[in-house]
């Protein structure tokens, strides 16, 4: 990897700015959840989309303000989510939330801080044994989501996570096929690329996923929304992280995610992802590799679709050569 090479999303702008925050509002928000004092707080810069503060109290204390940048609603999906799964995945406790706006203009959410470290941190090390460690326990959650099985395809409508199932603008195919139209998407990837795309999915439609097929998919599934930590001299993921653009879908989608960059990894990050996934005796199906590619590349469509290439060149410039890689490597899958 060259120095400025993008990988990982290290180099992708934010959605929007942070939200700047002072400590008499701070107090204001945290009153409800704790009367104790607040001895410092501290921006947790990554991510692309909500702003996140580690906040320690006198008593030595700590908890992280979630702040949601994106959408009003993704809090309380977000915290039906981590009920739904708490008892088979990782995630943080949330103590406490407020999506009424009233003391700020956005809704948010006080939770626990987990102790541990990025894997995006961990993998950009280069140290292939922590490399095999977090993309073999990667896998096994995965395989875990994938067993919280669904009665359809769709999106979660409310708090209550009632499934909207997929109208037919939004099934994959069509949805890629709407993408390719617009203007942002032409601008990033140019008309003849777009053009060789929708035909190269047209060709290989019959690899993506029934959309009847569902089951829990977090959506945003890579090594920067998950906190590892060695236990027991090994590293495992402690916290899965940002779940607001979950919905019931294809867990190939979330193994599309994972993989996105396994180019420029080491071997060993696919192969202990996916020996992850299977350490479980549940077996993928012959052709998941492209299934998997495809259903990415829906996904990177759609943030080619809402991120005009203007305002997020570096994320432009990456997610187009992404889908190349795809393309130029499809016969190796």
């Not at 939330?97 to 009233?102: I, T, Y």
């Not at 069509?174 to 993408?179: Q, T």
């Not at 990894?265 to 350490?279: A, D, K, Q, R």
């Given at each position: 990897m060259?120095?400025?090479?993008?990988?990982?999303?290290t180099?992708?702008?934010?959605y929007?700015d942070?939200?700047t925050?002072?400590?008499?509002i701070?107090?204001k928000?945290?009153q409800?959840?704790?009367?104790?004092?607040?001895?410092?707080?501290?921006l947790?810069?990554?991510?692309?989309a909500?702003?996140?503060?580690k906040?320690?109290?006198?008593?030595?204390?700590?908890?992280?303000l979630?702040?949601?940048?994106?959408?009003?609603?993704?809090l309380?999906?977000?915290?039906?989510?981590?009920q739904?799964?708490?008892?088979?995945?990782?995630?943080p406790?949330?103590?406490?939330?407020?999506?009424?706006?009233?003391?700020?203009?956005?809704?948010?959410?006080?939770?626990?801080?987990?102790d541990?470290?990025?894997?995006?941190?961990?993998?950009?090390?280069?140290?292939e044994?922590a490399?095999?460690e977090?993309?073999f326990?990667?896998?096994?959650?995965l395989?875990?989501l994938?067993?919280?099985?669904l009665?359809h395809?769709?999106?979660?409508?409310?708090?209550?996570?009632?499934i909207?199932?997929?109208?037919?603008?939004?099934?994959?195919?069509?949805?890629?096929?709407?993408?390719?139209?617009?203007?942002n998407?032409?601008?990033?990837?140019?008309k003849q690329?777009?053009k060789l795309?929708?035909?190269?999915?047209?060709q290989?439609?019959?690899?993506?996923?029934?959309e009847s097929?569902a089951?829990?998919t977090?959506?945003d599934y890579?090594p920067?929304?998950m906190?590892?930590?060695?236990?027991?001299?090994?590293?495992e993921?402690?916290?899965?992280?940002?779940?607001?653009?979950?919905?019931?879908?294809?867990?190939?989608l979330?193994?599309?995610?994972?993989?996105?960059?396994?180019h420029?990894?080491?071997?060993?990050y696919?192969?202990?992802?996916?020996?992850?996934?299977?350490?479980?005796g549940?077996?993928?199906?012959e052709?998941?590799?492209?299934?998997?590619k495809?259903?990415?590349?829906?996904?990177l469509?759609?943030?080619?679709?809402?991120?005009p290439?203007?305002?997020?060149?570096?994320l432009?410039?990456?997610?187009?050569?992404?889908i190349?890689?795809?393309?130029?490597?499809?016969?190796?899958?």
């Amino acid at each position: 990897m060259t120095k400025h090479e993008s990988i990982l999303k290290t180099h992708w702008e934010r959605y929007r700015d942070h939200f700047t925050i002072d400590k008499p509002i701070l107090n204001k928000i945290i009153q409800p959840y704790s009367s104790d004092e607040v001895a410092s707080f501290t921006l947790l810069s990554e991510g692309c989309a909500n702003s996140n503060y580690k906040i320690e109290f006198v008593t030595g204390q700590f908890v992280v303000l979630r702040i949601y940048l994106r959408e009003k609603d993704s809090l309380a999906r977000e915290i039906a989510l981590h009920q739904l799964v708490a008892d088979q995945l990782p995630v943080p406790e949330i103590f406490y939330s407020d999506d009424s706006c009233a003391l700020i203009d956005h809704p948010y959410a006080i939770m626990e801080f987990v102790d541990g470290e990025l894997m995006r941190s961990v993998i950009l090390s280069k140290d292939e044994t922590a490399i095999r460690e977090c993309a073999f326990s990667a896998g096994i959650n995965l395989n875990h989501l994938r067993n919280i099985k669904l009665e359809h395809g769709g999106f979660f409508q409310d708090g209550n996570l009632t499934i909207r199932p997929f109208n037919h603008d939004e099934e994959y195919l069509p949805y890629a096929y709407s993408c390719l139209d617009h203007e942002n998407v032409i601008d990033s990837l140019g008309k003849q690329r777009a053009k060789l795309l929708r035909s190269f999915l047209e060709q290989n439609q019959h690899f993506l996923p029934n959309e009847s097929n569902a089951n829990l998919t977090h959506a945003d599934y890579d090594p920067a929304n998950m906190l590892v930590k060695k236990i027991k001299n090994r590293f495992e993921v402690v916290a899965l992280l940002d779940w607001e653009f979950a919905f019931s879908g294809s867990y190939l989608l979330d193994i599309g995610m994972f993989l996105r960059y396994s180019h420029k990894l080491p071997e060993t990050y696919e192969s202990s992802f996916v020996n992850g996934i299977i350490s479980e005796g549940s077996a993928l199906p012959e052709y998941w590799k492209k299934s998997a590619k495809l259903m990415d590349i829906i996904c990177l469509l759609s943030l080619l679709y809402w991120n005009p290439k203007k305002d997020r060149p570096n994320l432009s410039a990456d997610v187009a050569s992404l889908i190349q890689n795809t393309l130029d490597n499809w016969h190796l899958f």
